[in-house]
């Protein structure tokens, strides 16, 4: 049972689970700079780090505690861990690294190992490997594209909300309906080539990503059409132009465990600025 350190990289947007409250798929990297997956973390974990008594943020903060593999018949994937103290007693919260000199700092940790090559990286998620988390470069980003999904959660999650919290009390002392964290009504995906010109589509499940529709759709007094565009502006119009992009992938079990033809998601994107040739950062 490792104690490990844990530079955390990736919170995925939130799901409803029957057996905890929402959820979020945390990952990260080890002090080697191998991948690692710690789940099942809680949506309450993403409200903030305390390091002596101070918040900080969750990404790019380092965490230590105890973890145990999950390579089972639930979860083959060898990056799954689960925390042995579900209510993270264990846990030492350490440094953040900050986006200082166009994020030197995290480009030490996270670029180590850059995968390019999409049919490379497919082949490796089979067996014996079953590769699951990586940094991926493409060779280039074609657009953002923007598909409308359902309003909420499907009826199973939706039942979801007649459940009781019992961590959640009401003024008499009550268990109240807990409230549940709405569900983003669009998926957006990044349409891109690798190396060797292979195009891929996939959705970016990043937190990121969600908070940043709803923050421009309160600012936009629920005008959905100025949301989305603000979501594109700043993921395609800037990001393209401005920004050198790395992918964070990671399988889906359910789609990785039936072979699917490519069981990879966007789960978080890295945008250090571009840079001109000789920098000194």
Request: with cysteine; net charge positive; charged share 30%.
């Amino acid at each position: 049972m490792p104690r490990l350190e844990v530079l955390l990289t990736v919170t995925t947007y939130p799901l409803p689970s029957k057996n905890y409250t929402e959820l979020v798929c945390t990952a990260g990297m080890l002090r080697d700079g191998t991948w690692i997956r710690i789940y099942p973390i809680p949506l309450s974990f993403l409200n903030g780090l305390k390091r002596d008594g101070v918040l900080q943020p969750t990404k790019y903060s380092w965490i230590e505690l105890d973890l145990e593999p999950v390579r089972n018949s639930k979860d083959f994937r060898p990056e799954s861990y689960t925390p042995r103290h579900k209510d993270f007693r264990d846990l030492v919260v350490g440094e953040h690294i900050k986006t200082v000199r166009n994020w030197r700092f995290r480009k030490d940790w996270c670029l180590k190992d850059v995968w390019t090559n999409m049919t490379d990286l497919i082949e490796a998620s089979k067996d014996p490997n079953f590769k699951s988390l990586v940094t991926f470069k493409p060779a280039k980003i074609h657009r953002l594209e923007v598909e409308e999904t359902d309003e909420d959660w499907n009826s199973v999650y939706a039942e979801l909300d007649k459940q009781l919290d019992i961590f959640s009390m009401d003024k008499e002392g009550g268990a109240k309906i807990r409230k549940r964290v709405k569900k983003v009504p669009y998926k957006f995906c990044y349409r891109f080539e690798d190396e060797t010109g292979r195009i891929s589509r996939m959705m970016i499940e990043d937190w990121e990503v969600g908070m940043l529709y709803w923050k421009a759709l309160e600012r936009a007094n629920g005008n959905r059409e100025i949301a989305v565009k603000k979501v594109v502006q700043r993921y395609q119009d800037i990001f393209l132009a401005k920004n050198d992009i790395y992918l964070f992938l990671g399988t889906t079990k359910k789609f990785h465990a039936k072979n699917a033809p490519n069981p990879f998601t966007i789960i978080g994107v890295f945008y250090p600025l571009k840079e001109s040739q000789g920098s000194l950062f």
